[in-house]
Structures are given as structure tokens and as C-alpha cells.
């Protein structure tokens, strides 16, 4: 088990601050600040002191990544989620903590449980909604649009910039989910802001569950939660801590903004504390980041004070065509990193979105016998079910050594499905215990191919029919079918073997080829980011009437900067900026707008220090 | 008022197919042997005792109910209690947060099933098909684990269990958490140690002593050889500054020279309750456990029946929830009012319960039942029918008037043997004794005078209007305005004697002169002792008797009273012993008799 003091006391200065801090606080940690460790050993502090049991934290993460990350870092302190520490999504606090022990009290419409709908049947709702309101478009688009719609009606936000049918549709679709007796995903963090809000009895039994709210990327989380935090801390004596960066903000399709972690730390109730050392990238690095973040604020984030190398960035450039940004990566960029020694795997090409650019990537990855893993195309699909099945395939060939994973884990969670679906019994029994095991601890060889695997262990655990028991899980269903099918021989994961489904794809060997979001929270030694272009990023708006593209408005130019800013900051020692004057877009046109401001003012920045 | 359960439901349990039972903050638990209240203390242990065996929650064949048509086969026996008076209490709150099936206050429940898994033909499933499970609130999915148990528990004390063995024992003691839970310097107790060391090694340096040890391990030796190596030496306490503690002793006399052994049993116990209370506070203080229940069978046994009053006046107000089970009068007689549990076996074999927390007396009904039921040691509780009486004229005749009729053994009706009480309410407010039989489920049976007045020339009964307040339904009532009118009054009488209540002409004196003149004149005689108020007795009598103005009955009742009805009425009733009552008195003795028969 790790010692909490010495752990403690390698902190730096303010990371303690934030750890030994009494009140709300709320903690701005910048790429590589070392946050991650800060959370868990103020989580282990807490828990040794303020907190008495049986009282315990609620410690809310992005998503299941994280959340298994949390896992495990808090393990080594002997501190196990349960009861007294609920270590979660903000999605399944608010449905475990809110919705399901406090629905029947609350309305009728809960009076039978809280019944989640699954994604397609959520799906066709909107559609129907949709078709009743007349709006014809992809609804996958609309679904996004009315998330954003969604989250600003529930913070009481101004919702003038929506169209009229956008809001008939989502009244429609509330409604039958309503009738249907379902919440869905939105609808869970929703909810429970309106328990909160609207039942005073409910935020002091929240708060005296959980006197402590821990909060990671706060950023992210988006206004519903920031409004049920505000609400707690408005009606209750409930503590927050937040950290975030309110710089990496990435998500503000769906409603995310800066502004709400900026608001909570201006607070007169909170503190805040800067974490102002990066421990992932060298001086100039990060020299370089602020620049691109704004020219006009600097950030002063300082490098780990024992920090030797600089760090470098290659400007590239790739003048009039796309291709010459693929080409540039073999070209260029490939010689460098093999002459500095850095693992494929420690390489990350990071894109904007689909299209003609990454095609043509990966057309000269394959060409020049790179390999690489190109998430987004073969991504396995997020889910419990998934990330239960990897952990599983992990064990199968390097024992519970496999990312520290117990076999009372894997245990737990297939009781669990087991359990909902009623085709088991209250405790695991021994026959169930050894099922598992065979199955899961038989040794095979990483390298045995996945869609084998998955077919063996479907049928020795029968999860198939299990997940069929139940329409609570017909989701993990509906995800196990679909990744088993995408197995088969031709399909996009028919070459992937039980090794690279362990480790998500993120095998040695191999380059990540990923988007800038999927990058979030993640680090390599180098990054390579092609495309910058004016026009990709930042986006610049077509102008119908002056037929020309017109400067991007503020928000979207700072979205994309923050978004430019987090692929930067994933690398540790070097950063290819591949730019161009010019692309062809996927109409046809050839839209010249000059290289990205971004990379302009980085060079800037870098040649005047 | 303190975190408590407020309310238990037992299905299918040993004696109970199906209990649902309110409980108060305190709560005692009256019943006759056998009828479950062990089996129901044990019930709530499967949901809240952390102490009870994880094997022990795994019931067996003979914990279903009697009653089913075989134990297992897809019968579930469940035990939900709930909780309530924690909000306020964040320990409370945080534990049972997610248990909830009510707001504002808040209610929580926790429900122990021992059912079958799942399986396709339950009705099939044995023994070994068969798991418990404890869940909260009222998703069976919401399974609660031994972490509730911990914070929020109950704690057994078994009838006639071994308090000395208890406190003597350093494990069970409940001294241990108390002395553990000192912060004594540590450097302090070395020094200590080493002056009890230096101490006793003078004490057993000395000759005699040091002989008897040598002679004493010799004879070890020669009896079993030096191989077996029993070593034997003469010592006192431990003296490790670790073990130091765990000799301090509790002696029963202030100049430590008895043991605890040496006391008497109840000295023991009384001893025992007051670590256990002092442990529980410290350890609540000290947020080692949110709220623990104590359960206490028969404290009873080998307590001074004024101890046991004492005591328990202690324990059950006080802001501690605590369960007893007891037959003892001298504990319900200090219990709460709205604290009675009664539990009988009902026709069907199977037990019931009634409590008096739902009872709704207002403030001056409950202090008048608290101070009767101390007073008269709460015989009312005890009894299995009550015949409510307005004094103790009644009192002491109605059990020689029932010695006309006969019992099942052909025998003189013995009211004693067949449990019913003749309580006395002093007056005629039968109303607060009447709620709380009617709540208790015991059967009772009202008699009251008819006490005519007349009212602008109206005559009417005030016997009858009294009565007819008793009726628990409005819709039976006769309208009180109408029993001015003669030709209700019949009608008013029969209504009420079904409904046990028994109205008689006048009053109960006046209607003995009918049958009983003689031996009244008697009665008065030998307790006077003079002729001359005899003949003045006589004449009262022949002046009250057939009249039907009260005005006539004065004389009398003024001559009787001043020698106190009660002890008029103890000494005729050695005189009418097996004699006939008046009709309304007999009626009311078979009508009781009946209802006590099951």
C-alpha cells in the first residue's frame, strides 16, 4: 500500500494548497500539472480526516476512463469505491444517487424504478418526435443540436438562438419519454437538477451522505451539473472541490463552457489555486502552448524545476495540397522521430475530423509500412460491457498483473449483469465463481485472434442470452452483437487480436491516429498535427453574400483554439506543426486562407524567446 | 426523538405468518411464554445484528412458519424494518440515504429475505436452493451488506445470560472498550508496570511464599515427571505495562475486598447494564457507531422487583433506543404509555401483535394511563380480558358474584384463572382505558351506573349517555339528545351491553338492595358494631328500596360511604360469594368469560 505522508509531502507546493485545503476550492491545473494525483491523495486526505464514517465523498470523472483510472490510483491507497466513496460519472451519480434512491418519493412517474432507455429506442423516440414537428434532417445532427438546446432550458439559459421546431421537437420527445415511464442519458443529469432544485428535503440527504463533492474536469461537465453544484451549495453545508482547466474545454457542442468553472472560482465561497508547474513537456513546449492558447494572457506554467530538455517544434510545411501533409508525416516527420529513438507507439497523429485528410494519412501510413492504430475507424465501442470484456481478455494472457485488474473485479461486474438480468442468485455461488474463472483465467495467447475469443467466451458465459434477460441492458447487448459482428473476417477489427483489444488498440508498435478530442487526458512523446490550415483549424465561416470566407466568430475561434491547445499539450518532448497556404475541400473548391494563425503565432512566440 | 425503528413486518417467521407491528422510540414487549417474544427480537438480529453469524442469517427448515404447508418450496420469509427520527442526524442520514420509502420525515426500510433462488420451478427448491439477502428501501436490487449493520445496529441481551461471566471475561466485557478506549500515557503506565513488578516480586520473595511454590512444582513433577513441563509459579496480575489494563478489576464494595463473583446475580446484572450503557454513549461520542438499539429479554430475572422499576424508569426514557421484552409488571408499569407491545397467539395458532404507539390519546389521557399503570403495576396489560368498573365496590364484588357461574371444568368461575382483571377507573372516564384496550386487542367489557337525573323535568341517564360516548363508530351511536325520551332507553341499553358495555338503573348499591338487603344490613352492622346506627341503616334501606327517586337513595349511599364504599363492598363480598348479580352484572361476567375463551 502507498503512505499517504510520503506520497503527501512529494507534492510541490501548491498541489499540497489544494490537498490541505479546508474550504470549497477549486483547483486550475494546466496540461501535465500532475491533477490526477493531487485528487486522489486530497481524496485519501479527507477520508483520513475532515470526513468521519460512515460519511463519506462523491468524486465525479468525465468518463469510464477515467473513472477506472481513479480506481485504481485510490486502490493503492486502500481506499475501495463503495458505500462511503462513490467514484462515478457525473451520469451515473446522478442516476445512483439521486434518481434511483429518492424517484418513488419524488413522482409517480419513477414510482416503479427508474428505467433508462436504451440508445435506440432513445433514437427512434427523437425520430418520431421529429416526424411529428416535420423537421427532416439526420438525426443524429439534431441530437447533438438538442443536447446543447436541452442542458441551456435547464440552467435557465437563454435559448433565443434556437429555432422554434428545434424546441417543439424536444418537448415531443421529453414527453414520450415521459409517457414511456424513461429517462435517457441527458435526462438523467437533468432530473436530478430538478430533484435538487425542487425538493428541498433531498440536498441535506445528499449532503449528508457525501459532505465532500470532488470534481474532476469540471470544464467538461457542462452547465446541468455546474446548476445542481451552485443549487448544493446554495441549500446545503455540502464542500466542493473542483479541478479543471477551464483552457481545455472541448466540448462545447454539447453545452460545455469555460465560464462555469470560471464562475465557481470567482466565488467569494471558494478558493482557487493555480497548479503552475507541467510535468509532462519541456520549457519550450510549454512556451510555445501559451502562445497558441492567448497571445494576450499568459499562463505561466512553469516546467518540473528538474526539467533538462527543451523540447522541440518543426514547422512543416506542406505548401498547396493535402497529400503533401500525408506525405509530410513519412517524409519528414517519421525520419525524426526514428533519430531521436521514440517508441511508434509514443507517436500520435492528431486530426480534426474524418475526411479527405485523414484518408490520405493513413493511404501513406500503410503505403510506407508504418503501422498504426487508427482509433477512431476501429475504435472498440465505449461501454461497461467493453471495458469489462478487455479487462477480461487481459487477464486471459498476463494474469491479474493486467492493469492491476482483481479477479474479484471481473467477478463483480459479470454478477452484476447477471444479477439484473434475474438468472442469478443474490451472492455469486461456487459454480458460478468457477464459470468465470474458467473462462476468464484459461491461459491464451495475446495474440489469438479476437473475434476467436469473443466467440468462446459468449458461449461459455452464455452473455448473449444473459444480456437479452433484461431491457436495462439491451444496450450492452446491442454493443456486444455490434462488436462481435465488426470481429468477423473483412471487418474493420476482423485482424485485431485478444492483445489489441486489451490494451484499446494501444499496442507497442504502433502509432495512434486519433482525433484532437479522443486526445484529451492522454500524453505522448511526440505529437503530430497535421491540417493547419486557415479554414480546418481554425474553421472560417462561408459568406453567402460577399462569397468569401469571413474571420471566425469569437466562440468558435476560442473553441478551436482550446481544441489546438489540448493536442499540443499532449506531447512531452516534440510537436510536428504540419501546415499549408491552401487545401482543396471536399466539395472541390480550393480554399486558400493562408497557414493557421495558431502555428503563426507559435512561431512568433518561439523565435522572439 | 432518537434514530429508532419505528416499525417491523414479518412474514412466515417461526411464530408469525404475519406481524406488522408500529414500534416506539422504547418499546416493551409483553407476552406470554412461547408466544414469540424471543422469535421476534431474533428477527429483528437478521437484519441489524453485526454479532450474529453470517451462517446463522441462512435459516433452516424449522424457522418457516408452522403453519405452511412444508418449509422451503418457494415460501419467502421476510423481515422489513424501518427506521425513522434520523433526520439531523448526517451519520444517520449517509447511511441510510438510499434505504428511503418516506420523506419529510424521513423512513427508511431495510427488508431480510430468505428465499429461493432464482429458478424456474421454485415450488421445488430446497434447502440448499434457499439465500438471504438484505435490501434497502424497496428495490430488492438495493442490497444492503454487513456496512449498514456496522454503523446502525441492534444489540441482544439474552434472557438469564451470564452477566458476571460478561464483565469477567476480558473479550465480552463490556469494561474493555471503556478501559481501551483511555489515552493513558504510555511511558506512564511503564513506570507503573515497573513499581507493580518491583512490588510484587517483594511480595513473593518472602520465605513462606517462595517455599509454598517450590513445594507446589515439585509435586507437579513428581506426580506427571519433568517431560510434560507443566511450569507452576505463584504470581499476581500481570504486570506488562501492555497487559496492565486488562487486570483492573470491578469489585462490588467500596473497599475492594468482593469480587463480582461474590455479589449477588443481580448485582451483576445491574452492573453489567451500566458498562453496557456507558460503552454504547462512549462509543457513540466517540463516532465509532451511529445509533445501536438495544434489545433486552427478561431483564427481570434476579432484580428486586423495586430495582426493576428503577431501573427500567432509567432506561426507557431516556434518548436510547432500546427494545425489552419482559413479563414482569414492575418493568411495563414504567414503560411509556405509547410503548406497550402485546403479543398473542391468535385462534389460528399463529401470533399476533398490538402496540400502543398508534394510539391516539391526547396529553391527558396518556398522563392518566401512565400514572394508573404504575400505580396498579400495569395489570391491565397483563390480563386477558378487563372488566372496566367505576371503583372498587366493583372491584371486590364482581369476582364473588362470578363465582355463580362455571368454568369449562364445571368448577365456580374463578376470574383470576381465567385472566381477567377487575380494573377500577375511579370515576367514570372510561374513555383513555377503552382506547387502549381496544388498541392492545384485549377484550374488555364496561360497567357503569345508570345515575338518573332529571333535567327540566326531563329524566335521562347519564350512565347511558357515558356509554354511548364509548362507541368506537358514530353510525351505532343512539343520538344523546333522544335518551330523554323513555321508550329509547330499553333499546339504548341493549345496543350498548353488545357492544360490552353494561348500564345499570341506578346505582350499583341501590340495584343490590333488590336481592341483598339482608346481607347489606348485615355487612353494615359488623362493621359499625352498634345497634342504634343499625336501625338507622335499616330504615335507609327501606327508604331507597323501589324508589326511583335518587333523592331517596341518599340516605343510604351517605351511611355507606362514610365507612368507604370499597370496604363495605370487600366485606359483603364474603356474604354473596356464588350468589346471582343483578342482570346487567351477569350479563357483563358471561359476556367477558366469552371473550377470554379462544
Known amino acids: 500500500m502507498r503512505d499517504l505522508h510520503r506520497e503527501y509531502e512529494r507534492l510541490n507546493h501548491e498541489q499540497k494548497e489544494a490537498v490541505r485545503s479546508s474550504g470549497n476550492t477549486v483547483v486550475l491545473a494546466g496540461p501535465g500539472s500532475g491533477k490526477t494525483e493531487t485528487l486522489v491523495i486530497k481524496i485519501a486526505h479527507l477520508l483520513s480526516s475532515d470526513i468521519r464514517a460512515p460519511r463519506g465523498l462523491a468524486c465525479l470523472t468525465y468518463n469510464n476512463d477515467t473513472v477506472k483510472e481513479f480506481r485504481n490510483r485510490l486502490a493503492g491507497f486502500g481506499i475501495h469505491p463503495g458505500r462511503r466513496v462513490l467514484l462515478g460519472t457525473v451520469h451515473s451519480f446522478c442516476l445512483n444517487c439521486i434518481l434511483r434512491p429518492f424517484g418513488s418519493l419524488v413522482s409517480e412517474r419513477f414510482s416503479g424504478g427508474i428505467r433508462v432507455a436504451a440508445e435506440k429506442q432513445a433514437g427512434s423516440l427523437l425520430e418520431q418526435a421529429m416526424d411529428q414537428v416535420g423537421l427532416n434532417e439526420t438525426s443524429s445532427w439534431v441530437a447533438t443540436r438538442l443536447t446543447r438546446l436541452r442542458r441551456r432550458i435547464d440552467c435557465r439559459e437563454d435559448i433565443s438562438g434556437f429555432a422554434e421546431t428545434d424546441i417543439q421537437v424536444l418537448e415531443r420527445y421529453r414527453e414520450s419519454l415521459e409517457t414511456n415511464g424513461l429517462v435517457d442519458f441527458e435526462e438523467m443529469v437533468s432530473s436530478a437538477l430538478r430533484f435538487v432544485r425542487e425538493e428541498d428535503w433531498i440536498p441535506p440527504l445528499l449532503a449528508a451522505r457525501f459532505p465532500w463533492l470532488i470534481i474532476d474536469e469540471y470544464q467538461d461537465l457542462g452547465g446541468p451539473l455546474h446548476s445542481i453544484v451552485t443549487t448544493l451549495l446554495e441549500k446545503t453545508d455540502i464542500r466542493v472541490f473542483a479541478v479543471g482547466d477551464p483552457d481545455q474545454t472541448i466540448y462545447d457542442f454539447t453545452g460545455a463552457s469555460p465560464e462555469y468553472l470560471r464562475a465557481l472560482s470567482e466565488r467569494d465561497d471558494f478558493r482557487s489555486i493555480s497548479l503552475r508547474f507541467n510535468y509532462r513537456s519541456g520549457r519550450r513546449l510549454i512556451a510555445a502552448s501559451q502562445a497558441a492558447l492567448a497571445p494576450s494572457e499568459p499562463r505561466d506554467y512553469q516546467p518540473a524545476p528538474d526539467r533538462q530538455d527543451e523540447g522541440e517544434v518543426f514547422f512543416i510545411n506542406a505548401n498547396d495540397a493535402l497529400e503533401n501533409h500525408a506525405s509530410a508525416i513519412t517524409e519528414q516527420v517519421w525520419p525524426e522521430i526514428r533519430a531521436r529513438g521514440i517508441p511508434p507507439e509514443e507517436v500520435a497523429i492528431l486530426y480534426r475530423q474524418k475526411g479527405t485528410l485523414l484518408t490520405l494519412i493513413q493511404k501513406s501510413l500503410v503505403e510506407e509500412d508504418i503501422p498504426f492504430h487508427a482509433e477512431r475507424d476501429s475504435r472498440y465501442p465505449r461501454a461497461p460491457i467493453v471495458q469489462w470484456l478487455q479487462d477480461c481478455a487481459g487477464i486471459s494472457f498476463a494474469g491479474t498483473d493486467f492493469d492491476d485488474v482483481t479477479s474479484e473485479d471481473v467477478m463483480r461486474y459479470f454478477h452484476a449483469i447477471a444479477f439484473a438480468a434475474g438468472t442469478t442468485e443474490i451472492e455469486p455461488d461456487l459454480s458460478l465463481r468457477t464459470r468465470v474463472y474458467e473462462a476468464v483465467f484459461s491461459e491464451k495467447s495475446p495474440d489469438m485472434p479476437l473475434s476467436e475469443w469473443l466467440g468462446e467466451i459468449d458461449s461459455t458465459l452464455s452473455l448473449t442470452q444473459i444480456l437479452s434477460a433484461a431491457p436495462e441492458l439491451s444496450d450492452d447487448r446491442e454493443t456486444l452483437s455490434g462488436l462481435i459482428a465488426d470481429c468477423a473476417k473483412g471487418k474493420p477489427l476482423g485482424t485485431h487480436s485478444l492483445q489489441d483489444f486489451a490494451r484499446d488498440g494501444r499496442v507497442k508498435g504502433r502509432t495512434v491516429l486519433t482525433t484532437l478530442h479522443s486526445s484529451k487526458g492522454r500524453q505522448f512523446d511526440a505529437v503530430v498535427l497535421p491540417g493547419l490550415i486557415e479554414g480546418i483549424l481554425p474553421r472560417r465561416p462561408w459568406n453567402r453574400d460577399t462569397r468569401s470566407y469571413g474571420e471566425p466568430p469569437p466562440p468558435v475561434l476560442s473553441e478551436d483554439r482550446r481544441l489546438f491547445y489540448v493536442g499540443f499539450t499532449r506531447a512531452r518532448k516534440v510537436v510536428f506543426l504540419i501546415f499549408g497556404n491552401s487545401f482543396t475541400n471536399d466539395r472541390g473548391y480550393a480554399v486558400t486562407l493562408g497557414a493557421s494563425r495558431f502555428v503563426k503565432e507559435i512561431h512568433r512566440r518561439l523565435r522572439s524567446s | 426523538m432518537p434514530t429508532h425503528l419505528s416499525r417491523v413486518r414479518i412474514n412466515n417467521f417461526r411464530n408469525f405468518k404475519s406481524l406488522d407491528l408500529p414500534l416506539a422510540a422504547s418499546t416493551v414487549i409483553v407476552g406470554e411464554n412461547k408466544v414469540g417474544k424471543t422469535n421476534l427480537i431474533y428477527a429483528l438480529r437478521l437484519v441489524l445484528d453485526p454479532s450474529l453469524a453470517e451462517l446463522a442469517r441462512t435459516l433452516r427448515a424449522e424457522d418457516f412458519w408452522d403453519g405452511l404447508k412444508a418449509p422451503f418450496q418457494g415460501n419467502v420469509i421476510e423481515i422489513a424494518i424501518e427506521i425513522s427520527g434520523f433526520d439531523g442526524d ?349 388498541g392492545l386487542g384485549i377484550p374488555y367489557v364496561v360497567i357503569t351506573d345508570g345515575d338518573p337525573d332529571t333535567k327540566d323535568t326531563k329524566k335521562s341517564f347519564a350512565g347511558i349517555r357515558r356509554g354511548t360516548r364509548l362507541l368506537p363508530a358514530a353510525s351505532t351511536r343512539t343520538s344523546i339528545k333522544k335518551l330523554t325520551d323513555a321508550s329509547k332507553w330499553p333499546d339504548a341499553r341493549n345496543n350498548l351491553a353488545k357492544a360490552g358495555i353494561f348500564v345499570g338503573q341506578s346505582t350499583l348499591e341501590v340495584e343490590l338492595l333488590a336481592d341483598f338487603s339482608d346481607e347489606m344490613k348485615e355487612t353494615y352492622a359488623e362493621l359499625m358494631g352498634s345497634d342504634k346506627s343499625s336501625v338507622g341503616f335499616s330504615k335507609a334501606v327501606s327508604k331507597a328500596a323501589g324508589a326511583d327517586d335518587p333523592q331517596e337513595w341518599s340516605p343510604l349511599l351517605r351511611r355507606i360511604e362514610r365507612r368507604g364504599k370499597g370496604r363495605f363492598a370487600q366485606r359483603l363480598a364474603t356474604k354473596i360469594q356464588g350468589e346471582e348479580p343483578p342482570p346487567y352484572l351477569l350479563s357483563a361476567l358471561k359476556m367477558i368469560q366469552d371473550l377470554v375463551k379462544v
Request: hydrophobic share 40%; with cysteine; net charge neutral.
Open chain 2, 90 to 438: 448526517k451519520a444517520a442520514t449517509a447511511i441510510l440515504n438510499d434505504c428511503l420509502v418516506g420523506k419529510k420525515p424521513s423512513l427508511a426500510r431495510l427488508t431480510y429475505q430468505f428465499r429461493p433462488r432464482a429458478a424456474i420451478e421454485p415450488a421445488k427448491a430446497g434447502a440448499l436452493d434457499y439465500e438471504y439477502s438484505v435490501f434497502g428501501g424497496t428495490d430488492e436490487k438495493n442490497r444492503v451488506g454487513p456496512d449498514v449493520r456496522r454503523w446502525i445496529s441492534l444489540m441482544a441481551l439474552p434472557a438469564l445470560r451470564d452477566a458476571e461471566g460478561d464483565v469477567q471475561n476480558w473479550r465480552r466485557s463490556p469494561l474493555r472498550p471503556l478501559l481501551e478506549a483511555l489515552q493513558i500515557d504510555p511511558n506512564r503506565l511503564e513506570a507503573i508496570a515497573k513499581s507493580l513488578t518491583k512490588a510484587t516480586k517483594e511480595l513473593l520473595s518472602e520465605k513462606p511464599i517462595a517455599k509454598l511454590a517450590d513445594e507446589i512444582s515439585e509435586r507437579i513433577s513428581e506426580m506427571v515427571g519433568g517431560v510434560h513441563g507443566v511450569e507452576a509459579t505463584l504470581g499476581l496480575a500481570p504486570t506488562a505495562a501492555d497487559q496492565l489494563l486488562r487486570s483492573i478489576r470491578l469489585f462490588v464494595d467500596g473497599d475492594k475486598t468482593r469480587q463480582l463473583s461474590e455479589g449477588s446475580l443481580g448485582s451483576a446484572n445491574i452492573i453489567f447494564l451500566a458498562l453496557l450503557m456507558q460503552s454504547l454513549d462512549a462509543r457513540r461520542s466517540a463516532s465509532e457507531i451511529v445509533s445501536t438499539v438495544l434489545a433486552i429479554e427478561e431483564p427481570e430475572a434476579h432484580l428486586h422487583p423495586q430495582v426493576q422499576r428503577l431501573l427500567f424508569r432509567y432506561f426507557l426514557h431516556r434518548e436510547h433506543p432500546v427494545i425489552v421484552t419482559t413479563h414482569s409488571p414492575n418493568v411495563a408499569s414504567v414503560a411509556p404509555v405509547e410503548s406497550l407491545v402485546l403479543l398473542r397467539k391468535s385462534s389460528k395458532g399463529y401470533s399476533v401483535g398490538c402496540a400502543t404507539s398508534e394510539i391516539a390519546f391526547t396529553d391527558g389521557e396518556r398522563d392518566d394511563l401512565q400514572r394508573y399503570i404504575d400505580v396498579t403495576r400495569a395489570e391491565i396489560v397483563f390480563a386477558k380480558g378487563v372488566i372496566l368498573v367505576e371503583g372498587a365496590a366493583e372491584q371486590f364484588l364482581l369476582p364473588a358474584f362470578a363465582q355463580c357461574l362455571e368454568d369449562t371444568d364445571g368448577k365456580a368461575l374463578d376470574l383470576d384463572r381465567i385472566g381477567v382483571s377487575v380494573c377500577p377507573v375511579f370515576g367514570t372516564d372510561f374513555r383513555p382505558y377503552t382506547k387502549l384496550l381496544r
